[in-house]
């Protein structure tokens, strides 16, 4: 006879009658409560992996590896290592987190390989009650150790499924119906990311977009802007509200015409490029899948190989945020050689498909910022001593590349425009953002490709999924 302890008892208990209270509550009541609990978890889960990977990339990059990244404005400005202090060690650390992310994540929770948020995608469609707690934590260790040890990959991943991993266990914990279970989750992902990125607004809009190529659920929209703007609150309770890239083009204005052949130009190019990117991702997803060995090993071959890559290109180490911060302004992006300008997009791409895409843990919202941050700079820095209404500051490019890239290929234009306008604190760039956003999105539709595998086509798709 198995017995049940006193507590586990009155934690059901309590389960038990919450949950009927929910579930006989109102549309307001249900969704104020539920969003500002998830809320609260996807801050405090923000905030517990940032400080993962903050000492995580301490310890092992910076204290083993001797080099030190650059940060983004809202990370402390820091401008990083201009040399490799311990040039062998780079490779090892880089293959050793992606062992040790390969031994966690193999052999405790084998779902939690990749980005995640596929993952959480996934449970919105089929099952809201999937997601296990074990997968969260998992994912929030392996997480930090893959990126924290040079491994190309972003922090939002891991804090989607984080949030999107509670609204899961409410979903099962308070009985909710199928419905409400699938918002839970959908709210948990955006509310994520958002608070990681200090995006409230754009991580509200992406809960509703996120699990559809072409469609909107306005449905998860009320709920999301509750539940992002209190994870939003508490992330910035502890670490602080800036944006992430600081002001970075706040006095820009939209006044030459001229300009929006140029940033059509960025559009084009970030639509292919963000092709390419997702093309070369699961290339590498699926190529890791049929090639013989251990799944545990196949992260840290893919780990060394991005660390003899940044023995020549340093950027391609881990996020790359503070590569952003640099490409915004003049001087510092000037001082980057040109064809590292160049080469800086495909080179992310091919390290973040061997990082995550071999198994590693890590997201890909984040590397996707760096590819389009680099178009937009690269386009710069051709066409700023020729072409005619080409903004002196290198920030408007850089930015409205970011919104196109991933915009685009992650099929969530609107959201990612609005996130990465609070990222860097510049509305004004939406202006001219729109044509390129456009242009990009149009030619990835046009392909059928998303970054997301898990996204389905639209509502009514989903209505007709299994679960």
Known sequence: ?????????????????????????????????????????????????????????????VGIGGYTPPTAAGDGGAVGSREFTRPWAIPLVVCLGGLVSGIIVFTLAPE?????????????????????????????????????????????????????????????????SPRDG???????????????????????????????????????????????????????????????????????????????VWFALIGVLGGLIGLLYSGTFYTAVDLTHRLPGSRIVKPAVGGLLVGLMALVLPEVLGSGYGWIQQSMARGDLTAIPLWVVLLLPFAKILATSLSIGSGGSGGIFGPGMVIGAFTGAAVWRLLEPIAPGVPDNPAPFVIVGMMACFGSIARAPLAVMLMVAEMTG?????VPGMIAVGLAYLIVRRSGKTIYRAQLENRAEARLAPG
């Open 112 to 176: 939690a390989e990749g980005h995640g948020t596929d993952a959480a995608i996934d449970a919105v469609h089929r099952d809201p009650r999937m997601i296990r707690v074990r997968v969260v934590l998992v994912k929030l260790v392996a997480s930090a150790i893959t990126i924290g040890s040079g491994g190309s990959g972003g922090r939002e991943g891991p804090t989607a499924q984080i949030s999107a991993g509670f609204g899961s266990l409410l979903a099962r914990r308070l009985d909710l």
């Open 426 to 430: 510049s509305v004004g760039v939406l």
């Open 1 to 61: 006879m198995i017995r049940v302890a006193p507590g586990s008892r009155a934690l059901r208990s309590i389960g038990t009658s919450a949950g009927k209270w929910i579930r006989t509550s109102g549309y307001t009541r249900k969704w104020l409560v539920l969003g500002v609990v998830i809320g609260i978890v996807a801050g405090l889960g923000a905030v517990v992996f940032y400080v993962a990977l903050r000492e995580a990339t301490q310890l092992l990059i």
């Open 182 to 260: 699938r918002i839970a989750v959908a709210i948990g992902i955006g509310s994520g990311i958002g608070a990681i990125f200090g995006a409230p607004l754009g991580g509200a809009v992406l809960c509703c977009t996120i699990p559809y190529k072409e469609d909107f659920d306005f449905e998860v929209l009320v709920p999301a802007l509750v539940t992002s703007i209190v994870s939003y609150t508490v992330f910035g309770s502890f670490l602080g509200f800036g944006p992430l890239f600081g002001y970075a083009a706040q006095d820009y204005v939209f006044d030459n015409p001229v300009q929006l």
